[in-house]
């Protein structure tokens, strides 16, 4: 059904194409009239015989040579490479787009909006070097801002794919300004440097690239983790603290996420009390299961199983959560062994098999964009390629 659609469209494009073709030619007989009139191409009628055959590919490659190029058709023949490129048949399309090309009669901004459609080509067909080529061909050279903006885009795209972050970030500085939205993808990139520095051991150039990053964008978590994971490293671990207590207001959903970074800190700052503290002002925050589990074990740790099961009970009423009971079950199984019973209860080793099995099957992380799903986090989504829309998953089944 999508190709009959497809081919409807194409054939339309065609035809007036085809028609702008014969007005052109018009137009040139009126003013040459001792000229013979212009005559329907015998290739238009070869290609309707070979669409009334169901040949439809042999129809739109028989109607593409019919069509003359000149200023009037050639945004047809664009039309007709992006349907190919569509389609999935991005070698044909750049078989097009290369044709219109090698026509010296084209204005320059044709052959500017042509070379931006090959470049979409290449990129289809995994060409990167030569898609890169025309788009910056098109950068040095195109007057027409819109042309130029839409080409510096697809260029951030290209190196973005690529990894080459220090020419993402080049490329994209004259868009900071015009577009806010472009300040988070660069903070990545530099989040992408600093990372780079960190494993060839070069701590203060990875720490400059940080704070640049929370310069283009104040709300990313991913450079104050790193920051922290940085100031431990050094033995300041008071700093890494309270970097970290900055998270919940960049972004609260990412509490989960910094909050084995944060107990790390506490732990190695030999200060459990604060860490007790810190989790029950999250928890007033962001009542999310990770930070109820992070607290009860410290609770079961420090006073003991019931003490922890009271607790996490009653933070379940308020805040109900799959991963929650499973682990409230566990402490219940637990109590049972310590009092001295000789087998578990049958009814929580049910339970416990229950949950067990639908936290097996559940997403920890989902991009807000587009609905992707991962159990770990990915700065980056790997379907819509956004940066900074997986977090964790929240709700009964979630945090």
């Not at 839409?150 to 973005?160: K, N, V």
């Not at 009423?317 to 578990?344: F, I, Q």
Request: one cysteine or more; aromatic letters at 4%.
């Amino acid at each position: 059904m999508q190709d009959a659609v497809l081919l409807g469209v194409l054939l339309t494009a065609i035809v007036l194409g085809f028609a702008l073709g014969v007005r052109h030619a018009t137009r040139r007989q009126r003013q040459a009239p001792l000229s013979r009139p212009p005559d329907l191409s015998r290739e238009y009628f070869v290609g309707l015989n070979y669409l009334l055959n169901e040949q439809p590919d042999e129809a739109i490659n028989t109607f593409i040579h019919a069509l003359d190029i000149n200023s009037e058709t050639a945004e047809t023949h664009i039309a007709l490479g992006k349907l190919f490129r569509a389609r999935g048949e991005a070698d044909k399309a750049v078989s097009i787009h290369q044709n219109l090309l090698a026509r010296p009669a084209l204005s320059a901004e044709t052959n500017e909006h042509v070379q931006l459609e090959l470049a979409r080509d290449f990129i289809a067909l995994g060409v990167h070097d030569r898609a890169q080529r025309l788009l910056r061909s098109v950068l040095d050279h195109s007057s027409s801002e819109p042309l130029c903006l839409e080409a510096r885009r697809l260029l951030i795209d290209l190196l973005e794919r690529e990894n080459d972050w220090h020419e993402a970030l080049e490329t994209a500085q004259p868009l900071m300004k015009l577009q806010p939205a472009m300040r988070r993808p660069a903070a990545h990139w530099l989040c992408e440097l600093a990372e780079q520095e960190i494993a060839q051991a070069s701590r203060p150039l990875a720490r400059k690239h940080l704070k640049k990053a929370l310069q283009f964008d104040e709300r990313c978590v991913r450079a104050t983790l790193l920051l922290a994971e940085l100031d431990m490293e050094n033995g300041h671990h008071d700093k890494a603290i309270e970097r970290l207590d900055h998270i919940p207001q960049q972004d609260i959903a990412h509490v989960p996420t910094m909050l084995p970074v944060l107990q790390r800190a506490y732990t190695r700052n030999d200060d459990l009390d604060g860490l007790e503290n810190h989790l029950y002002r999250l928890l007033g925050q962001a009542p999310y299961t990770s930070v109820m589990i992070t607290l009860g074990a410290l609770i079961h740790q420090r006073e003991g199983v019931d003490n922890a099961i009271e607790r996490i009970g009653t933070w379940l009423r308020e805040a109900p959560s799959l991963g929650g009971l499973d682990y409230l079950v566990d402490l219940y199984l637990e109590s049972e062994k310590l009092s001295g019973k000789a087998s578990p209860d049958t009814r929580l080793l049910l339970l416990k098999h229950h949950t067990d099995q639908l936290l097996s099957d559940r997403h920890r992380h989902r991009c807000r964009r587009c609905g992707f799903n991962s159990d770990s986090l990915s700065w980056q989504c790997p379907s819509c390629r956004r940066w900074g829309t997986i977090k964790p998953v929240t709700g009964v089944q979630g945090e």
